[in-house]
């Protein structure tokens, strides 16, 4: 009853505020196909999906916001209609200064400053939603986030898991320095078994460098950095402590360019043949001592409503160069976005006109 009665006070305060009400209709396509053969850390295959994802809302004193939504996964090839299904709902908070969510919401809303060293590919492919909370203040150059994502509700089947991170950003000028951190917390079963320990892996980035954007369409980026970190299994009583240089060096001009990370030092990792993918979350080529990515890629479409993007990736690693190749799609149609016909035109398109 006490709950009865709140909600019906919170629906009646929200009926006499200004409210704006919103609808939103997504789809992303991915397809990356994987040429790792001479890999050891990752087996060759083809990722392929399409998510659909409608949505819809309510904005009140221009600030607040309520979000909720389906998410639906097709896997071309497979015999079932719908492959997954995950939902999006979150109440979010929208200042001048302060942005701040609750729920489950999609994590490239939030954490797009984050590395693939961090999250990789297959895990924004398929994971895409966190669950959890987000706040930050400030934006763009300068800021600072805090977050938590529930990964695992501890049940007699499921282990418990949770992120809780950190990053930030400052500049001035062509100046900046930031850092990307996370620990993901990989505990038991409730109730407890026996043959379940405790692990942890603590990864964190701090970086300098430059970055510049001019006015025809160069852009580019040069850092260097540390990349430290903590693997434990408390179980076993094992620690490690990784640490390695980390550089990036990114360059595009009329929508074409490259971005290239390259990491050298401790071998990272260090219980992926035990746990794999239950406790990391980045790109398993950490595993050895050193790796460089290098991405080239296009930009075939860019408008308020549409992207499209073809990548070649080259991937150095074990004394091997491994060749992968993907293609991203992103389009929607809602009643946020102000129809201002922007179109980014770059003089190569007029090849395909």
Known sequence: ????????????????????????????????NREYEKSSYIEPQTLNGIWFTPSGGITWDS??????????????????????????????YNAPNTFFRAGSFPRRDVLSNYSDFFFSDSVNYFTPLMQGLF?????????????????????????????????????RGILFGDFQSYLFHYAGTNPGNPIY??????????????????????????????????ERDRKADIVHKPVGFISRANLEFWGIGTENTFYTGDPRMRF??????????????LQGTSYLKSKFYIRFMETDRVSIQLNGNLHFTEGNVL??????LSASIDNITKDSNKRT?????????
């Open 197 to 230: 320990g405790v692990s942890e892996q603590m990864q964190g980035i701090a970086s300098i460098g430059v970055e510049f954007e001019s006015a025809n369409s160069l852009k580019g980026l040069l850092s260097v950095g540390v990349f430290a970190g903590i």
């Open 63 to 92: 600030a607040h916001t309520i979000v909720g939504g389906v998410d639906l996964l097709k896997i071309p090839g497979m015999k079932k209609a719908i492959d997954k299904v995950d939902i999006t709902l979150f109440y979010q």
């Open 323 to 328: 060749f992968q190749q993907t293609l991203t």
């Open 1 to 32: 009853m006490r709950f009865l009665l709140l909600l019906l006070t919170f629906c009646s305060i929200v009926s006499i505020q200004a409210q704006d009400y919103m609808w939103k209709l997504g789809l992303d396509y991915f397809f990356d």
């Open 272 to 285: 992926y043949n035990q746990y794999g993918r239950y406790l990391y979350w980045g790109t398993p080529f």
């Open 135 to 171: 706040w930050q203040i400030g934006k763009e150059r300068n800021f600072f986030n805090a977050w938590m994502d529930w990964t695992g509700y501890a049940t007699p089947e499921n282990r418990e898991s949770f992120f809780i991170g950190f990053s930030g950003k400052t500049a």
């Open 345 to 353: 035109v770059y003089p190569w398109m007029r090849i395909f006109q």
